[in-house]
């Protein structure tokens, strides 16, 4: 467990179905406009357990209870997509976004992807500099990709070493998640251009 600056300590752990409801309750604070449904993180969490598995999903769990923020990844054809990452604003700036970013490269390590995108608003300047941080760089524009606002998407791109991140610390997912990519990649615009998320 790692101390956050609002107080209590914070640790890691899968999502599950249950915590979907408190999920639910940070997407409404942190994307008001462009809220993921229950049913979207349902379907999610589908393809997180399995042998088949493609997804990684996980929460920040506050020590005396209540989430503190989550983040989500998908992997296909050895690409990793960052679905979505979000800390609450009790809990923004003390290094917890950078925690669960870190964590997912890991698991995208962990599904033998050698790239990992993701799409982020082109005004949100803070989420942008994390992913800088972490070696992304940009790689493109969607124009229009957030409906119903039409904002256009910043395309940002990491290469990961063979090996994982840093050596890879994260463990082997159990079988693989290998779909093939542009499924992968279609369904992901299908999610978007529904909830309009990076
Ligand atoms: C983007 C987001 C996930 C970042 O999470 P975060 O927990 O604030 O990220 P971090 O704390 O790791 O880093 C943020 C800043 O805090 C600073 N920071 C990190 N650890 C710190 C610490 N212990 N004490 C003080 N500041 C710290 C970092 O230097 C960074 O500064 P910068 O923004 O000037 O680069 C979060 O702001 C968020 O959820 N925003 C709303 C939703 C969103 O935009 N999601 C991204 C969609 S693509």
């Known amino acids: 467990m790692t101390a956050g600056a609002a107080g209590g300590a914070v640790a890691l752990r899968e999502m599950r179905w249950w915590d979907i409801d408190a999920v639910l309750g ?4 942190l994307f008001p406009e462009d809220a993921w449904s229950a049913g979207m993180f349902w379907s999610e969490l589908a393809g997180a357990r399995g042998p088949r598995r493609s997804r990684a999903y996980l929460v920040a769990e506050r020590e005396g209870g209540g989430l503190a923020g989550y983040g989500g990844l998908g992997a296909a054809g050895g690409t990793g997509d960052v679905m979505t990452l979000g800390v609450t604003r009790a809990y923004q700036g003390t290094g917890l976004g950078a925690r669960l970013l870190a964590a997912l490269l890991d698991a995208a390590a962990g599904f033998g992807c050698h790239e990992v ?12 500099r994390l992913y800088t941080r972490f070696g992304f760089r940009p790689v493109g524009i969607r124009r229009g990709y957030y409906q119903p606002g039409g904002q256009d998407a910043l395309v940002m791109r990491l290469e ?26 279609e369904h992901r615009r299908e999610r978007h251009k529904e909830s309009g998320r990076e």
């Open 26 to 29: 940070l997407e409404a604070e």
């Open 117 to 128: 995108l993701l799409e982020v608003r082109m005004d949100n300047e803070r989420a942008q």
């Open 160 to 185: 990961l070493p063979p090996g994982g991140r840093e050596g890879h610390r994260g463990s082997p997912p159990e079988g693989g998640g290998e779909r093939h990519r542009e499924r992968h990649r």
